[in-house]
C-alpha cells in the first residue's frame, strides 16, 4: 500500500501519521488486497507525465479537497471517468410475435387463393413485381412484417392413360359382367321347381308312370350251371308306351280340359285330362236331378279314380242307391275340414273301408254306372265341413286349390 501510494500525484498522498498512529499501524496485522488494489498493482501504474497548466488571469483557482485515504482517493479517480448512456429497444412479445405469424399465415392463404383463381382464370401478361423493402429494426411500434410470396405451379395436364391399362381396365369389367350374370343364372336354375319347364304331356306321361303296376316276371337273374363255366343271363323285357296309350290300357278316355300334377298335395280324381259333364247347379235333362250338387267326369268305364288329397274314410257304401257305390274322404285343408265324395262307381272296386288312412293320388276304385246313373261317369261332391257339410261347386274348388 506504500509502494501503490507513493506512486500517486503529490496532490493525492496521504498525510504523515502521528507517532501513536504509527505504533498502532505497526501493530495492527496485515490487510488483504481487494480486487481493485491487485488490479492496479497487476497494470504497475506509474505517475503519468504532467503537462503544467498555464493560468490567465480570467482563470479561479479551486483548491482540492483534502484526500484522507487511499479509498477516498480511488473514487475520486472513478468519478472522473465519464459514463456511457444506453437506448433501450424495445422488443415485441411472444404474444405479438404469434399474431404477427397468425396475420402472415392467413395473408399467405389469401394469396394462394387468389393465386388460384387467377391460374384458373384465362392467362393474362405477368406483371414483374417489385422487391421487397430490406426489414427494418422495430423501434417503438410493433413492425408489420411483409408476407412472402410463394408461386403456386399450375396444374398439370391430365396425362392419357396408356393403352395397356385401357384394356386390362375393359378386360377386369367384362369379367364383372360375366361372373354375376353366371351367379344370377345360378341362381334362377337353383330356385325354379323340377317341373316348371315341363309340358303338360310330360306331367301326365309321369303320372302313368307312377300308377303303373311292377311286373310279375322275374328280374334280371345269372345262372351258373353244374360243373361248367357257362353262365346263363335272363333279361327283362320292356317295351315303349305314349301317353294315349297308357290312357287306353287305363279305360281313360283323354282330354285336354286340365293337367294333373302328380306331386302336387291337392289332385284331380284323375291322373290326366279327360272330358267334363254335366256341372254343378240346375240342369234340364230326361231322367237327372234338377239340382245337381257335383261335379261330372267322363273317363270311360273302369277308368281309375284316385284321392285328391291325404284323408281318412269316413263311408264307403256298395250299394244301389242314388250315389251306387261311393266312398266319402274326410281332409284337413288348411285347418279346415274338407270332404270329397265319389259316386258311381263299379261293385268290389273300393280298395278302401272306413277308418283307413288315404294318400293323395292312391287309386280308391273304378269308374262305374251304379246307383242313378244314367251311363258310366263319376259323381264328385265337395263339402266344407265334413259329411253333412255345405256343398260347393267341385270343379270351381279345384281350379282354385289343386297345385
Known amino acids: 500500500p506504500a509502494s501503490a501510494a507513493a506512486t500517486l500525484a503529490p496532490e493525492l498522498a496521504p498525510a504523515p501519521l502521528a507517532p501513536a498512529a504509527a505504533r498502532d499501524a505497526q501493530a495492527a496485522p496485515a490487510v488483504e488486497l481487494n ?3 491487485d488490479f492496479l498493482i497487476a497494470a504497475e501504474l506509474h505517475e503519468p507525465d504532467l503537462v503544467p497548466a ?20 480511488f473514487e475520486l479517480l472513478l468519478a472522473e471517468v465519464p459514463t456511457t448512456t444506453s437506448t433501450e429497444i424495445p422488443l415485441p412479445s411472444r404474444a405479438q410475435l404469434r399474431a404477427q405469424e ?3 399465415r392467413s395473408m399467405r392463404s389469401r394469396r394462394g387463393e ?36 410463394f408461386p403456386v405451379a399450375a396444374p398439370a395436364a391430365a396425362r392419357p392413360q396408356p393403352t395397356g391399362d385401357r ?9 364383372t359382367v360375366v361372373a354375376m350374370a353366371f351367379v344370377a343364372l345360378m341362381a334362377v336354375s337353383t330356385s325354379l321347381p323340377a317341373e316348371a319347364l315341363l309340358s303338360s304331356a310330360d306331367v301326365q306321361a309321369a303320372a302313368f308312370d307312377a300308377q303303373r303296376s311292377t311286373s310279375a316276371e322275374p328280374a334280371q337273374t345269372l345262372a351258373r350251371a353244374a360243373g361248367t363255366d357257362t353262365i346263363t343271363v335272363s333279361r327283362d323285357g320292356y317295351k315303349a308306351q305314349t301317353i294315349a296309350e297308357y290312357a287306353a290300357a287305363s279305360g281313360i278316355r283323354m282330354e285336354a280340359t286340365f293337367t294333373n300334377n302328380p306331386n302336387g298335395t291337392i289332385q284331380w280324381p284323375f291322373a290326366v285330362g279327360v272330358h267334363i ?24 268305364i273302369g277308368a281309375p279314380i284316385q284321392a285328391i288329397a291325404d284323408g281318412v274314410v269316413s263311408q264307403a257304401i256298395d250299394g244301389e242307391g242314388s250315389l251306387g257305390v261311393h266312398m266319402v274322404i274326410d281332409h284337413m285343408i288348411d285347418g279346415k275340414l274338407v270332404s270329397s265324395v265319389y259316386a258311381h262307381m263299379v261293385h268290389g272296386s273300393m280298395r278302401f273301408k272306413v277308418g283307413d288312412v288315404v294318400k293323395v ?38 281350379y282354385a286349390n289343386t297345385n
Not at 59 to 67: E, K, N, S
Not at 277 to 300: E, I, L, M, T, V
Not at 392 to 398: A, H, Q, T
Request: positive net charge.
Open 35 to 37: 480486487v481493485v488494489a
Open 277 to 300: 259333364g254335366s256341372k254343378y247347379g240346375y240342369r234340364d235333362c230326361a231322367g237327372c236331378s234338377s239340382n245337381h250338387r257335383g261335379q261330372d267326369f267322363n273317363p270311360g
Open 102 to 104: 397468425q396475420e402472415a
Open 54 to 73: 498555464v493560468l490567465t488571469e480570467s482563470d479561479r483557482v479551486v483548491a482540492a479537497p483534502p484526500v484522507d485515504d487511499l479509498a477516498s482517493a
Open 361 to 398: 293320388a292312391q287309386v280308391i276304385g273304378k269308374t262305374g254306372n251304379t246307383g242313378m246313373s244314367t251311363g258310366p261317369h263319376l259323381h264328385f261332391e265337395i263339402r266344407l265341413g265334413g259329411l253333412n257339410g255345405t256343398h260347393v261347386d267341385p270343379l270351381k274348388w279345384l
Open 167 to 175: 384394356a386390362r381396365t375393359a378386360a377386369a369389367k367384362g369379367l
Open 114 to 149: 387468389s393465386t388460384a383463381r387467377r391460374a384458373a382464370a384465362p392467362a393474362a401478361p405477368a406483371v414483374p413485381v417489385a422487391p421487397s423493402a430490406p426489414f427494418a429494426p422495430p423501434t417503438r411500434s410493433v413492425p408489420t412484417l411483409a408476407p412472402a410470396v
